[in-house]
């Protein structure tokens, strides 16, 4: 009875090993692609940002706040280079 338990102790363990062993690089390499610099996430997320500075400097010229317009104006040609 005995051997029996250690038997299908040491299967279980065998195959936990190998689960780990063929799961583990797989969970590795997506950690390291979502760490990974993304150059077209940052381009989406430039132009956003680009395009709601815009859209809030022509809603403060819109109101006739004309400090807070060049203050967009300013960000938005910080971001444009």
């Known amino acids: 009875m005995v051997g029996v338990i ?9 195959l936990s090993i190998a689960f780990g ?6 969970k590795l390499r997506d950690c390291i692609e979502t760490t990974r610099p993304n ?13 709601e500075l815009l859209r809030n400097e022509i809603d403060a010229t819109k109101r006739g706040d ?6 967009f104006a ?6 444009r280079g």
């Open 39 to 51: 150059p077209e996430r940052h381009a989406q997320v430039v132009a956003d940002t680009l395009a």
């Open 6 to 14: 250690m038997t299908v102790c040491l299967i279980g363990a065998c």
């Open 74 to 79: 300013e960000r938005a040609e910080v971001i």
């Open 66 to 71: 004309l400090l807070a317009a060049a203050g």
């Open 21 to 26: 062993v063929a799961v583990f690089p797989r």
